[in-house]
């Protein structure tokens, strides 16, 4: 049972351009959405996240929106640059409890 | 900034061995994780762990598995006798609470090389 999802195993994009990753769920008790970013050899690096009771948040280059209704949530990131290329994984949870539901990430290249 | 910490970072050991990957976390955090990402996988939840005790574990932590906090510091995962299939990144992670909106930290990971 995959709770949350990432359709898209990879993503490339040119320097500059926008980049969008999506992220699907299933789980209606998750109220808490985060987004990881992660080298080779290095750990998960936290991004950005959300609440469930709002719909964006933004930081700088990276703004998340969640719809609640659909069960989606995306990660914009404008401009993107060379350094952004990375894996890009989107978790959830529940506030009650303390694990994260991961995706399977989504493989983004930065071409410059 | 603070930062979890693992170590080793790459660990291999013999089928059927006992295995101890350590953890530093974030020294105000009381929250603290481990999940793994076999090879090519997602990353998994392995167990949760407050107030020296277990809060929550996955089916992948079966009895061959156990953690601790040995002192005020560490927080080590265990795995009585490897198989091949434990081989995988083995992250540990911390956060301040679980009942507040906040991210958790991750270490870089301990790659685990069964043979």
């Known amino acids: 049972d995959q709770q949350v999802k990432q359709n898209s195993p990879s993503l490339s994009v040119q320097e500059g351009r926008i980049s969008i990753l999506n992220c699907d769920y299933t789980?209606?008790?998750?109220?808490?959405f985060l987004w990881y970013k992660k080298y080779p050899a290095e750990g998960p690096t936290f991004l950005i996240s959300i609440s469930s009771i709002k719909d964006k948040n933004e930081d700088g280059r990276f703004t998340v929106f969640l719809n609640k209704s659909a069960k989606h949530l995306s990660l914009h990131i404008v401009p993107s640059q060379p350094g952004d290329s990375a894996v890009y994984f989107c978790a959830a949870k529940n506030t009650n409890a303390g694990k994260s539901t991961f995706g399977d990430g989504t493989t983004l290249t930065v071409k410059p | 900034e603070p930062e979890v910490t693992q170590t080793p970072s790459h660990q291999v050991t013999q089928m059927g061995q006992e295995v101890i990957l350590r953890c530093v976390p974030i020294?105000?955090?009381?929250?603290f994780y481990w999940y793994r990402q076999i090879l090519g996988q997602k990353v998994e939840f392995l167990v949760s762990f407050y107030n020296n005790e277990i809060s929550e574990k996955s089916e992948i932590f079966d009895d061959q598995f156990s953690v601790e906090r040995p002192d005020g510091s560490n927080f080590t995962l265990k795995i009585r006798s490897t198989k091949l299939e434990d081989s995988a990144m083995y992250f540990c992670?911390?956060?301040?609470?679980?009942?507040?909106?906040?991210?958790?930290?991750f270490g870089d990971g301990t790659r685990l090389s069964i043979l």
């Open positions: 020294s105000n955090h009381l929250y």
């Open positions: 992670a911390s956060s301040e609470s679980p009942r507040v909106l906040q991210p958790q930290h």
């Open positions: 789980n209606s008790m998750f109220d808490y």
